[in-house]
């Protein structure tokens, strides 16, 4: 199983940006799929995630209203929509496929991608 994270970058606050995640290897539409994210020297906490279908996502507080989740599951791709960037953003962003648990548990996920960085400037 691979997991592939794409789309980091630099970008001022307010700015937008979208990562990618591409999936080989697995059954790819029966996973909810999960966004985290790692600022340095903090724990690795949950963004949001996208059930398999793609019908339901769920998202942390404070990304609600900022950050979509989305998934083409005919390309084995999951995204996140990030809009209004803060500093407070920047982190290593990573994918990763849910195994059982709840969906904000780093431990219930199975497979993860290797992280793209996210650098907000002020």
């Known amino acids: 199983v691979q997991l592939q994270a794409s789309g980091g970058g630099v970008v001022q606050a307010g700015g937008s940006l979208r990562l990618s995640c591409a999936a080989s290897?697995?059954?790819?539409?029966?996973?909810?799929m999960g966004w985290f994210r790692q600022a340095p020297g903090k724990e690795r906490d949950f963004v949001g995630s996208?059930?398999?279908?793609?019908?339901?996502?769920v998202y942390a507080d404070s990304m609600k209203g900022r950050f979509t989740i989305s998934r083409a599951n005919a390309k084995n791709m999951v995204y996140l929509q990030m809009n209004g960037l803060r500093p407070e953003d920047t982190a290593v962003y990573y994918c990763?496929?849910?195994?059982?648990?709840?969906?904000?548990?780093?431990?219930?996920?199975?497979?993860w991608g290797q992280g793209t960085q996210v650098t907000v400037s002020s």
């Open positions: 290897g697995l059954t790819f539409s029966i996973y909810t």
């Open positions: 996208i059930s398999g279908s793609g019908n339901n996502t």
């Open positions: 990763a496929a849910h195994w059982r648990g709840t969906y904000s548990n780093i431990q219930s996920y199975r497979y």
